[in-house]
Protein backbone atom coordinates (compact mmCIF):
# COMPACT_ATOMS: atom_id res chain seq x y z
CA UNK A 1 0.00 0.00 0.00
CA UNK A 2 3.33 2.21 0.82
CA UNK A 3 3.85 2.28 -3.19
CA UNK A 4 0.39 2.81 -3.69
CA UNK A 5 0.29 5.97 -1.53
CA UNK A 6 3.62 7.17 -2.90
CA UNK A 7 2.28 7.25 -6.61
CA UNK A 8 -0.91 8.81 -5.82
CA UNK A 9 0.84 11.89 -4.22
CA UNK A 10 3.29 12.12 -7.28
CA UNK A 11 0.46 12.21 -9.39
CA UNK A 12 -1.25 15.45 -7.59
CA UNK A 13 1.99 16.81 -7.55
CA UNK A 14 2.00 16.22 -10.92
CA UNK A 15 -1.81 17.42 -12.28
CA UNK A 16 -0.49 20.65 -10.04
CA UNK A 17 2.80 21.23 -12.33
CA UNK A 18 1.65 20.97 -15.20
CA UNK A 19 -1.69 23.32 -14.94
CA UNK A 20 -1.12 26.12 -17.43
CA UNK A 21 -0.58 29.55 -16.10
CA UNK A 22 -3.21 32.03 -16.88
CA UNK A 23 -3.13 34.08 -20.38
CA UNK A 24 -4.32 37.33 -20.33
CA UNK A 25 -7.09 38.19 -22.82
CA UNK A 26 -6.37 39.59 -26.06
CA UNK A 27 -7.38 42.95 -27.51
CA UNK A 28 -9.27 41.54 -30.90
CA UNK A 29 -12.63 39.92 -30.32
CA UNK A 30 -12.99 36.59 -31.62
CA UNK A 31 -15.68 36.81 -34.40
CA UNK A 32 -17.15 33.65 -35.98
CA UNK A 33 -19.68 33.10 -38.87
CA UNK A 34 -21.91 29.88 -38.75
CA UNK A 35 -24.99 28.87 -40.64
CA UNK A 36 -27.14 26.25 -38.95
CA UNK A 37 -28.12 24.56 -42.32
CA UNK A 38 -24.73 23.66 -43.04
CA UNK A 39 -23.36 23.04 -39.25
CA UNK A 40 -20.04 21.59 -38.79
CA UNK A 41 -19.26 21.81 -35.16
CA UNK A 42 -15.47 22.20 -34.18
CA UNK A 43 -13.99 23.49 -31.01
CA UNK A 44 -12.64 27.21 -31.25
CA UNK A 45 -10.67 28.31 -28.15
CA UNK A 46 -11.11 31.53 -26.27
CA UNK A 47 -9.58 33.14 -23.42
CA UNK A 48 -11.09 34.33 -20.27
CA UNK A 49 -12.08 37.76 -20.69
CA UNK A 50 -11.99 37.86 -24.49
CA UNK A 51 -15.12 39.85 -26.65
CA UNK A 52 -16.91 36.61 -28.96
CA UNK A 53 -19.05 37.79 -31.66
CA UNK A 54 -20.89 35.24 -33.51
CA UNK A 55 -23.03 35.71 -36.56
CA UNK A 56 -25.54 33.03 -37.31
CA UNK A 57 -27.19 32.42 -40.51
CA UNK A 58 -30.70 30.32 -40.89
CA UNK A 59 -33.19 29.68 -43.79
CA UNK A 60 -35.46 28.69 -40.86
CA UNK A 61 -36.40 30.99 -38.08
CA UNK A 62 -34.27 29.98 -35.13
CA UNK A 63 -33.62 30.42 -31.78
CA UNK A 64 -29.64 30.66 -31.49
CA UNK A 65 -28.22 30.39 -27.76
CA UNK A 66 -25.06 29.81 -25.64
CA UNK A 67 -24.76 27.33 -23.30
CA UNK A 68 -24.05 28.74 -19.42
CA UNK A 69 -23.90 32.60 -20.46
CA UNK A 70 -27.37 34.31 -20.82
CA UNK A 71 -27.48 35.67 -24.09
CA UNK A 72 -30.27 34.68 -27.11
CA UNK A 73 -30.77 35.71 -30.28
CA UNK A 74 -32.90 35.26 -33.28
CA UNK A 75 -32.16 34.49 -36.65
CA UNK A 76 -34.10 33.98 -40.00
CA UNK A 77 -34.03 34.15 -43.77
CA UNK A 78 -31.83 37.23 -44.76
CA UNK A 79 -31.69 38.20 -41.08
CA UNK A 80 -28.38 36.54 -39.43
CA UNK A 81 -28.73 36.55 -34.99
CA UNK A 82 -25.52 38.52 -33.95
CA UNK A 83 -24.74 37.58 -30.37
CA UNK A 84 -22.08 39.81 -28.85
CA UNK A 85 -20.08 38.92 -25.33
CA UNK A 86 -17.50 38.52 -22.61
CA UNK A 87 -17.07 35.29 -21.29
CA UNK A 88 -15.69 35.46 -17.68
CA UNK A 89 -15.40 32.22 -16.27
CA UNK A 90 -13.33 29.10 -17.59
CA UNK A 91 -15.03 25.89 -19.15
CA UNK A 92 -16.36 24.62 -22.27
CA UNK A 93 -19.36 26.26 -23.77
CA UNK A 94 -21.75 25.22 -26.57
CA UNK A 95 -23.37 27.23 -29.13
CA UNK A 96 -26.66 25.60 -30.13
CA UNK A 97 -29.32 26.63 -32.42
CA UNK A 98 -32.97 25.52 -31.27
CA UNK A 99 -33.70 22.70 -30.21
CA UNK A 100 -30.34 20.27 -30.04
CA UNK A 101 -28.22 21.71 -33.57
CA UNK A 102 -24.66 22.44 -31.93
CA UNK A 103 -22.92 24.91 -33.81
CA UNK A 104 -19.57 25.64 -32.17
CA UNK A 105 -18.14 24.61 -29.00
CA UNK A 106 -15.92 27.83 -27.22
CA UNK A 107 -13.13 26.63 -25.12
CA UNK A 108 -12.44 29.10 -22.89
CA UNK A 109 -9.15 28.74 -20.84
CA UNK B 1 -38.25 27.12 -21.01
CA UNK B 2 -34.67 26.06 -21.93
CA UNK B 3 -33.76 22.70 -23.53
CA UNK B 4 -30.55 21.81 -21.25
CA UNK B 5 -28.05 19.12 -22.00
CA UNK B 6 -27.78 15.99 -20.19
CA UNK B 7 -30.71 17.11 -18.26
CA UNK B 8 -29.15 20.34 -16.26
CA UNK B 9 -25.93 21.87 -16.02
CA UNK B 10 -24.89 24.29 -18.74
CA UNK B 11 -21.61 24.75 -18.89
CA UNK B 12 -19.00 21.74 -19.31
CA UNK B 13 -14.91 21.40 -17.70
CA UNK B 14 -12.08 22.20 -19.92
CA UNK B 15 -10.43 19.28 -21.72
CA UNK B 16 -8.28 17.71 -19.66
CA UNK B 17 -4.55 18.54 -20.67
CA UNK B 18 -3.52 15.92 -23.16
CA UNK B 19 0.37 15.92 -21.29
CA UNK B 20 -1.95 14.70 -18.16
CA UNK B 21 -3.83 12.57 -19.82
CA UNK B 22 -0.19 11.01 -21.09
CA UNK B 23 1.15 10.98 -18.12
CA UNK B 24 -1.70 9.73 -16.16
CA UNK B 25 -2.02 6.73 -18.01
CA UNK B 26 1.62 6.38 -17.77
CA UNK B 27 1.08 6.11 -14.02
CA UNK B 28 -1.47 3.50 -14.65
CA UNK B 29 0.11 1.11 -16.49
CA UNK B 30 3.39 1.26 -14.53
CA UNK B 31 1.52 1.02 -11.56
CA UNK B 32 -0.63 -2.09 -12.62
CA UNK B 33 2.18 -3.95 -13.69
CA UNK B 34 4.39 -3.52 -10.39
CA UNK B 35 1.32 -4.25 -8.44
CA UNK B 36 1.30 -8.03 -10.19
CA UNK B 37 5.24 -8.05 -9.10
CA UNK B 38 5.16 -6.58 -5.85
CA UNK B 39 1.92 -7.35 -4.17
CA UNK B 40 1.47 -10.28 -1.97
CA UNK B 41 0.99 -13.87 -3.31
CA UNK B 42 -1.37 -15.15 -1.18
CA UNK B 43 -5.10 -13.95 -1.16
CA UNK B 44 -5.52 -11.64 1.87
CA UNK B 45 -9.01 -10.44 1.48
CA UNK B 46 -11.88 -12.94 3.40
CA UNK B 47 -14.98 -11.76 2.07
CA UNK B 48 -17.14 -9.60 4.70
CA UNK B 49 -20.41 -8.19 3.95
CA UNK B 50 -21.04 -4.96 5.57
CA UNK B 51 -24.02 -5.26 8.09
CA UNK B 52 -27.01 -4.59 7.10
CA UNK B 53 -28.97 -1.68 9.15
CA UNK B 54 -32.02 -1.62 10.66
CA UNK B 55 -34.95 -0.83 9.11
CA UNK B 56 -35.26 2.94 8.16
CA UNK B 57 -38.97 3.48 7.45
CA UNK B 58 -39.49 6.55 9.09
CA UNK B 59 -36.19 8.56 7.35
CA UNK B 60 -37.89 6.90 4.06
CA UNK B 61 -41.67 8.49 5.38
CA UNK B 62 -40.17 11.82 6.07
CA UNK B 63 -38.65 11.85 2.37
CA UNK B 64 -41.95 10.70 0.69
CA UNK B 65 -43.62 13.72 2.36
CA UNK B 66 -40.93 15.72 1.57
CA UNK B 67 -41.58 14.87 -2.65
CA UNK B 68 -44.79 16.48 -2.44
CA UNK B 69 -43.41 19.75 -1.43
CA UNK B 70 -40.72 19.56 -4.53
CA UNK B 71 -41.54 22.75 -6.91
CA UNK B 72 -42.17 21.74 -10.25
CA UNK B 73 -38.82 23.29 -11.52
CA UNK B 74 -36.26 21.36 -9.55
CA UNK B 75 -37.12 17.84 -10.34
CA UNK B 76 -34.39 17.78 -12.90
CA UNK B 77 -31.74 19.35 -10.77
CA UNK B 78 -33.37 17.16 -7.89
CA UNK B 79 -33.24 13.22 -10.09
CA UNK B 80 -30.19 14.55 -12.57
CA UNK B 81 -27.68 16.03 -10.00
CA UNK B 82 -28.86 15.29 -5.85
CA UNK B 83 -29.61 11.75 -6.67
CA UNK B 84 -27.86 10.72 -9.69
CA UNK B 85 -24.86 12.31 -9.03
CA UNK B 86 -25.15 13.37 -4.96
CA UNK B 87 -26.11 9.79 -3.78
CA UNK B 88 -23.18 7.64 -5.74
CA UNK B 89 -20.41 10.38 -4.44
CA UNK B 90 -22.50 9.86 -0.88
CA UNK B 91 -22.48 5.84 -1.11
CA UNK B 92 -18.92 6.06 -1.23
CA UNK B 93 -18.46 8.53 1.53
CA UNK B 94 -20.95 7.03 3.97
CA UNK B 95 -22.52 3.65 3.08
CA UNK B 96 -25.56 2.63 0.78
CA UNK B 97 -27.59 5.46 1.22
CA UNK B 98 -30.12 4.85 -1.63
CA UNK B 99 -31.37 2.35 0.73
CA UNK B 100 -32.27 4.32 3.72
CA UNK B 101 -33.68 6.91 1.73
CA UNK B 102 -35.81 5.32 -1.02
CA UNK B 103 -39.16 6.24 -0.05
CA UNK B 104 -40.65 3.21 -1.99
CA UNK B 105 -38.99 1.26 -0.38
CA UNK B 106 -42.23 1.65 2.21
CA UNK B 107 -43.89 -0.40 -0.06
CA UNK B 108 -42.27 -3.61 0.64
CA UNK B 109 -43.96 -3.41 4.24
CA UNK B 110 -47.05 -4.39 3.11
CA UNK B 111 -45.43 -7.37 0.95
CA UNK B 112 -46.68 -10.60 -0.21
CA UNK B 113 -43.61 -12.46 0.15
CA UNK B 114 -43.08 -14.74 -3.01
CA UNK B 115 -39.53 -15.50 -3.43
CA UNK B 116 -37.79 -13.28 -6.19
CA UNK B 117 -36.53 -15.85 -8.60
CA UNK B 118 -32.90 -16.12 -8.85
CA UNK B 119 -32.30 -16.20 -12.72
CA UNK B 120 -33.33 -12.34 -12.90
CA UNK B 121 -30.94 -11.63 -10.31
CA UNK B 122 -29.62 -8.05 -11.27
CA UNK B 123 -31.20 -7.54 -14.78
CA UNK B 124 -33.78 -5.80 -14.12
CA UNK B 125 -31.80 -2.88 -12.42
CA UNK B 126 -29.66 -2.90 -15.44
CA UNK B 127 -32.51 -2.53 -17.58
CA UNK B 128 -33.80 0.62 -15.40
CA UNK B 129 -29.89 2.12 -15.36
CA UNK B 130 -30.11 1.79 -19.03
CA UNK B 131 -33.50 3.60 -19.66
CA UNK B 132 -32.58 6.19 -16.60
CA UNK B 133 -28.92 6.99 -18.71
CA UNK B 134 -30.92 7.19 -21.94
CA UNK B 135 -33.53 9.79 -20.27
CA UNK B 136 -30.53 11.51 -18.87
CA UNK B 137 -28.29 11.20 -22.09
CA UNK B 138 -30.53 11.11 -25.15
CA UNK B 139 -34.19 12.79 -23.75
CA UNK B 140 -34.44 14.75 -20.72
CA UNK B 141 -37.95 15.93 -21.97
CA UNK B 142 -38.70 12.25 -21.06
CA UNK B 143 -37.83 12.52 -17.18
CA UNK B 144 -41.59 12.38 -15.67
CA UNK B 145 -41.85 9.47 -17.53
CA UNK B 146 -39.47 7.68 -16.29
CA UNK B 147 -40.43 9.03 -12.54
CA UNK B 148 -43.59 7.30 -12.72
CA UNK B 149 -42.44 4.54 -14.48
CA UNK B 150 -40.29 3.58 -11.81
CA UNK B 151 -42.06 4.52 -9.16
CA UNK B 152 -44.95 1.85 -10.57
CA UNK B 153 -42.46 -0.91 -11.27
CA UNK B 154 -40.51 -0.50 -7.69
CA UNK B 155 -43.93 -0.14 -5.48
CA UNK B 156 -45.59 -3.37 -7.56
CA UNK B 157 -41.73 -5.35 -7.21
CA UNK B 158 -41.45 -4.38 -3.86
CA UNK B 159 -45.05 -5.14 -3.11
CA UNK B 160 -44.81 -8.79 -4.65
CA UNK B 161 -41.36 -9.67 -3.86
CA UNK B 162 -40.66 -7.34 -0.49
CA UNK B 163 -36.88 -6.03 0.58
CA UNK B 164 -34.92 -8.61 -1.42
CA UNK B 165 -36.36 -6.76 -5.01
CA UNK B 166 -34.88 -3.31 -4.08
CA UNK B 167 -31.53 -5.41 -3.17
CA UNK B 168 -31.73 -6.59 -6.27
CA UNK B 169 -33.63 -5.24 -9.00
CA UNK B 170 -34.13 -1.24 -8.17
CA UNK B 171 -31.17 0.37 -10.40
CA UNK B 172 -30.40 2.88 -8.07
CA UNK B 173 -30.27 0.49 -4.58
CA UNK B 174 -27.87 -1.80 -6.55
CA UNK B 175 -25.74 1.03 -7.92
CA UNK B 176 -25.77 3.01 -4.38
CA UNK B 177 -24.83 -0.31 -2.57
CA UNK B 178 -22.12 -1.11 -5.25
CA UNK B 179 -20.43 1.86 -4.61
CA UNK B 180 -21.29 1.66 -0.67
CA UNK B 181 -19.30 -1.07 -0.57
CA UNK B 182 -16.10 1.25 -1.04
CA UNK B 183 -17.06 3.50 2.26
CA UNK B 184 -14.28 3.57 4.63
CA UNK B 185 -16.52 4.10 7.31
CA UNK B 186 -17.92 0.77 7.42
CA UNK B 187 -14.54 -1.87 7.64
CA UNK B 188 -11.49 -2.52 5.28
CA UNK B 189 -13.32 -1.68 1.56
CA UNK B 190 -11.54 -4.75 -0.43
CA UNK B 191 -13.47 -7.22 2.31
CA UNK B 192 -16.59 -5.19 1.13
CA UNK B 193 -15.75 -5.38 -2.62
CA UNK B 194 -15.11 -9.19 -2.90
CA UNK B 195 -17.96 -10.11 -0.86
CA UNK B 196 -20.19 -8.92 -3.68
CA UNK B 197 -22.63 -11.66 -4.48
CA UNK B 198 -22.23 -12.57 -8.35
CA UNK B 199 -25.56 -12.76 -9.52
CA UNK B 200 -26.85 -12.82 -13.27
CA UNK B 201 -26.66 -9.64 -14.93
CA UNK B 202 -23.55 -7.86 -12.83
CA UNK B 203 -21.87 -7.53 -15.39
CA UNK B 204 -24.50 -5.75 -17.02
CA UNK B 205 -25.44 -3.20 -14.31
CA UNK B 206 -21.45 -2.39 -14.17
CA UNK B 207 -21.56 -1.63 -18.07
CA UNK B 208 -24.34 0.31 -18.46
CA UNK B 209 -22.73 2.85 -15.74
CA UNK B 210 -19.10 2.47 -17.23
CA UNK B 211 -20.59 2.73 -21.07
CA UNK B 212 -23.12 5.38 -19.89
CA UNK B 213 -20.62 8.05 -18.60
CA UNK B 214 -18.16 7.38 -21.42
CA UNK B 215 -21.23 8.12 -23.65
CA UNK B 216 -21.60 11.36 -21.59
CA UNK B 217 -18.02 12.38 -22.95
CA UNK B 218 -18.37 11.28 -26.53
CA UNK B 219 -21.75 12.34 -27.14
CA UNK B 220 -20.88 16.19 -25.92
CA UNK B 221 -17.78 16.54 -28.28
CA UNK B 222 -18.48 18.35 -31.62
CA UNK B 223 -16.71 15.21 -33.39
CA UNK B 224 -19.52 13.75 -32.39
CA UNK B 225 -22.54 15.74 -33.51
CA UNK B 226 -20.34 15.98 -37.50
CA UNK B 227 -20.60 12.02 -37.48
CA UNK B 228 -24.81 12.45 -36.86
CA UNK B 229 -25.09 9.32 -35.26
CA UNK B 230 -28.32 8.66 -33.59
CA UNK B 231 -27.37 9.19 -29.69
CA UNK B 232 -29.60 6.16 -29.09
CA UNK B 233 -27.24 4.06 -31.12
CA UNK B 234 -24.09 5.94 -29.10
CA UNK B 235 -25.24 4.84 -26.14
CA UNK B 236 -26.00 1.29 -27.08
CA UNK B 237 -22.55 1.32 -28.52
CA UNK B 238 -20.66 2.46 -25.56
CA UNK B 239 -22.32 -0.20 -22.95
CA UNK B 240 -21.69 -3.09 -25.68
CA UNK B 241 -18.36 -1.96 -25.75
CA UNK B 242 -17.99 -2.13 -21.91
CA UNK B 243 -19.61 -5.67 -21.66
CA UNK B 244 -18.13 -6.98 -24.58
CA UNK B 245 -14.56 -6.89 -23.92
CA UNK B 246 -15.65 -7.74 -20.09
CA UNK B 247 -16.54 -10.13 -21.38
CA UNK B 248 -13.93 -11.23 -23.79
CA UNK B 249 -11.16 -10.34 -21.00
CA UNK B 250 -12.41 -12.03 -18.26
CA UNK B 251 -13.81 -15.21 -19.97
CA UNK B 252 -12.73 -17.91 -18.03
CA UNK B 253 -14.24 -15.98 -14.50
CA UNK B 254 -17.55 -14.61 -15.79
CA UNK B 255 -18.73 -12.18 -12.95
CA UNK B 256 -16.00 -13.37 -10.42
CA UNK B 257 -14.18 -10.14 -11.15
CA UNK B 258 -16.64 -7.31 -11.61
CA UNK B 259 -16.69 -6.08 -8.34
CA UNK B 260 -13.05 -5.06 -8.72
CA UNK B 261 -14.50 -2.58 -11.67
CA UNK B 262 -16.68 -1.10 -9.04
CA UNK B 263 -13.76 1.24 -8.19
CA UNK B 264 -13.14 1.91 -11.32
CA UNK B 265 -16.98 2.99 -11.77
CA UNK B 266 -16.75 5.49 -8.63
CA UNK B 267 -13.79 6.99 -9.83
CA UNK B 268 -15.12 7.77 -13.45
CA UNK B 269 -18.22 8.97 -11.81
CA UNK B 270 -16.60 11.19 -9.68
CA UNK B 271 -13.92 12.52 -12.49
CA UNK B 272 -16.61 13.47 -14.42
CA UNK B 273 -19.48 14.97 -12.61
CA UNK B 274 -17.65 16.31 -9.33
CA UNK B 275 -17.93 20.04 -11.28
CA UNK B 276 -22.08 19.57 -12.09
CA UNK B 277 -22.18 18.52 -8.31
CA UNK B 278 -20.37 21.27 -6.71
CA UNK B 279 -22.34 23.62 -9.32
CA UNK B 280 -25.57 22.65 -10.08
CA UNK B 281 -25.72 20.78 -6.43
CA UNK B 282 -25.71 24.02 -4.98
CA UNK B 283 -28.73 25.14 -7.83
CA UNK B 284 -30.42 21.96 -6.79
CA UNK B 285 -30.65 22.46 -2.92
CA UNK B 286 -31.78 26.41 -3.62
CA UNK B 287 -34.22 24.97 -6.52
CA UNK B 288 -35.57 23.04 -3.51
CA UNK B 289 -36.69 25.52 -1.46
CA UNK B 290 -38.03 27.31 -4.46
CA UNK B 291 -35.00 30.26 -4.69
CA UNK B 292 -35.10 30.01 -8.79
CA UNK B 293 -32.60 33.14 -9.42
CA UNK B 294 -29.42 31.59 -7.61
CA UNK B 295 -26.39 32.14 -9.09
CA UNK B 296 -24.10 29.54 -7.59
CA UNK B 297 -20.51 29.81 -6.35
CA UNK B 298 -18.04 28.49 -8.44
CA UNK B 299 -14.63 28.33 -7.16
CA UNK B 300 -14.77 24.44 -6.82
CA UNK B 301 -14.99 24.59 -10.50
CA UNK B 302 -11.53 26.04 -10.82
CA UNK B 303 -9.66 24.16 -14.05
CA UNK B 304 -6.80 23.28 -11.55
CA UNK B 305 -8.86 22.15 -8.82
CA UNK B 306 -11.03 20.21 -11.63
CA UNK B 307 -8.11 18.48 -13.62
CA UNK B 308 -6.82 17.37 -10.32
CA UNK B 309 -9.87 15.72 -9.15
CA UNK B 310 -10.45 14.00 -12.20
CA UNK B 311 -6.93 12.62 -12.45
CA UNK B 312 -6.46 11.96 -8.47
CA UNK B 313 -10.21 9.93 -8.90
CA UNK B 314 -9.66 7.90 -12.15
CA UNK B 315 -6.12 6.94 -10.76
CA UNK B 316 -7.85 6.36 -7.20
CA UNK B 317 -10.44 4.58 -8.96
CA UNK B 318 -7.72 2.25 -11.21
CA UNK B 319 -5.40 1.12 -8.16
CA UNK B 320 -7.56 0.15 -5.81
CA UNK B 321 -9.51 -1.83 -8.75
CA UNK B 322 -6.50 -3.38 -9.45
CA UNK B 323 -5.43 -4.78 -5.93
CA UNK B 324 -8.80 -5.74 -5.33
CA UNK B 325 -8.94 -7.90 -8.67
CA UNK B 326 -5.09 -9.04 -7.68
CA UNK B 327 -6.48 -10.39 -4.91
CA UNK B 328 -9.32 -12.27 -6.04
CA UNK B 329 -7.62 -13.92 -9.15
CA UNK B 330 -5.00 -15.57 -6.53
CA UNK B 331 -7.84 -17.19 -5.51
CA UNK B 332 -9.45 -18.15 -8.66
CA UNK B 333 -6.30 -18.94 -10.08
CA UNK B 334 -4.25 -22.18 -10.59
CA UNK B 335 -0.46 -21.18 -8.38
CA UNK B 336 1.30 -21.75 -11.98
CA UNK B 337 -0.69 -19.32 -13.65
CA UNK B 338 -0.79 -16.48 -10.85
CA UNK B 339 1.11 -14.05 -12.81
CA UNK B 340 0.04 -14.82 -16.44
CA UNK B 341 -3.50 -15.73 -15.53
CA UNK B 342 -3.86 -11.94 -14.60
CA UNK B 343 -2.16 -10.05 -17.49
CA UNK B 344 -5.88 -9.58 -19.87
CA UNK B 345 -7.43 -8.52 -16.73
CA UNK B 346 -4.70 -5.86 -16.18
CA UNK B 347 -4.46 -4.42 -19.76
CA UNK B 348 -8.55 -4.38 -19.47
CA UNK B 349 -8.50 -2.12 -16.69
CA UNK B 350 -5.79 -0.06 -18.10
CA UNK B 351 -7.64 0.26 -21.30
CA UNK B 352 -10.54 1.22 -19.50
CA UNK B 353 -8.32 4.51 -17.11
CA UNK B 354 -6.54 5.14 -20.02
CA UNK B 355 -9.98 5.37 -22.23
CA UNK B 356 -11.35 7.33 -19.64
CA UNK B 357 -8.69 9.59 -19.32
CA UNK B 358 -8.70 10.19 -22.98
CA UNK B 359 -12.36 11.06 -22.96
CA UNK B 360 -11.89 13.71 -20.13
CA UNK B 361 -9.87 15.29 -23.14
CA UNK B 362 -12.05 14.87 -25.59
CA UNK B 363 -15.39 15.62 -24.29
Redesign the interface.
Known amino acids: MKTVHALLLALLVLAGCSATPQASPPAEPLVLRLSVEQASPQRVEAVRGQAVELTVTSEQPVDVHVHGIDVLAKAESGKPAVLKFTVDRTGTFDVEAHPDTLLVQLVVR | M ?4 HGVG ?6 L ?1 L ?2 VL ?2 AA ?1 ALL ?1 SF ?2 LG ?1 LWTKPRFAAAEPKSERDWWPVRLLVAVGLVLVPAQAWPHLVFVLVWVGVPVLSVLVGPVWRVVNPLRLAARVTLGRAYPERLGHWPAALGLLAFTWVELVSPDTLPWFLVGYAVVNVAGGVVFGRTWFERADGFEVFSTLLGRLSPLRGNPFRALVATPVRPGLVAVVAVLLGSTAFDSVG ?3 AW ?2 LSVPDTAGLAAAVALVAGSYLLACRSFGGQLAHSMVPIVAGYVVAHYFSLLAVEGQRGVALLFGITGFTPD ?1 TL ?4 LV ?2 VQ ?2 AV ?2 GH ?1 LAV ?1 SAHDRALRLLPADKHLTGQVPLLVLMVGYTSGGLALLFAG
Open positions: TVLAARHDLPPDLQGVALALSTPERDAAPVASLGLALV
